[in-house]
Nanobody, 121 residues
Framework: QVQLVESGGGLVQPGGSLRLSCAAS????????MSWYRQAPGQQRELVAG???????SYADSVKGRFTISRDNAKNTVYLQMDSLQAEDTAVYYC???????????????WGQGTQVTVSS
């Protein structure tokens, strides 16, 4: 069974920072793209940042220059460093990964349970 476990969310003041972590475990042959999504109350889930195995990154325009995605392939872990946080960043943040469980298995998407990030004075 493949499992993604997230951590690092919490309450922070505007201008503050948080670092989210997501570790994949279980039956894993290879992991392709890993990414972070977020969903605010009443809003659609949106892609925040993504990173390929070889290091290519992408970011939503709203977080460029403030958020940084990174990963440790040896640990099957992806991180999201969030700086200069704003109230508009308040949301549940979800980890996503494309994973093959064995050789020649098709890649499929797995999701973490989500972690709450609240930015407020």
């Amino acid at each position: 069974q493949v499992q993604l476990v997230e951590s690092g969310g919490g309450l922070v003041q505007p201008g503050g920072s948080l670092r989210l972590s997501c570790a994949a475990s279980g039956s894993i042959f290879t992991i392709d793209t890993m990414s972070w999504y977020r969903q605010a109350p009443g809003q659609q889930r949106e892609l925040v940042a993504g990173m390929t195995t070889v290091g290519t990154t992408s970011y939503a325009d709203s977080v460029k220059g403030r958020f940084t995605i990174s990963r440790d392939n040896a640990k099957n872990t992806v991180y999201l460093q969030m700086d200069s946080l704003q109230a508009e960043d308040t949301a549940v943040y979800y980890c996503n990964a494309d994973i093959a469980r064995w050789r020649f298995d098709l890649l499929r998407q797995y999701w973490g349970q989500g972690t709450q990030v609240t930015v407020s004075s």
